[in-house]
């Protein structure tokens, strides 16, 4: 149940990034809002079910696979919701959601290649965001927090012509690599 809520949003990056070139804007734009509103409505579903554990159990994990096993000794790669990632995740998607409602307007000028790529980086945004708030362990948080600092640079530098935005985008990713160290040590 859990990992469809970081999914979703990945799938919409998947469909907008290799329709870029023959998707029109309209199917874009909707394809993108609506893979971050199905995962609301897949957070809302999994708050819902956390809600209704005892206070005391109120957490839910989901390993996805184990990455590393033997006799005595497993990494674990999986998803695990407690009631500070379900605020998370209710805010990140329906923030985000309302985000994407904007930005299909607001980018409207934009060629469609573009416009699909802002798109398909958004949603990689926010399947990197839910997937940070949702690991049950250091290296599925690391992954989502090196994924929002990959997208941030992305969408930051998206208008990588105009030289302000290039160097703004530079800085952006200079200084996740100072938090990135701060969140190794």
Known sequence: ??????????????????????????????????AVFAAFGASVLAVRALVSLPGEEREIAQTIFTWIGSADFQIPLGLRLDPLSALMILIITGIGFLIHLYSTAYMIEEESYEYARYFAYLNLFVAFMLLLVLGDNFIVMFVGWEGVGLCSYLLIGFWYKNRFAADAGKKAFIVNRIGDVAFIL
């Open 1 to 34: 149940m859990l990992l469809w809520i970081p999914l979703l949003p990945f799938a919409g990056f998947l469909i907008n990034n290799f329709g870029a070139r023959v998707l029109p804007k309209k199917v874009v734009g909707a394809v993108a809002s609506l």
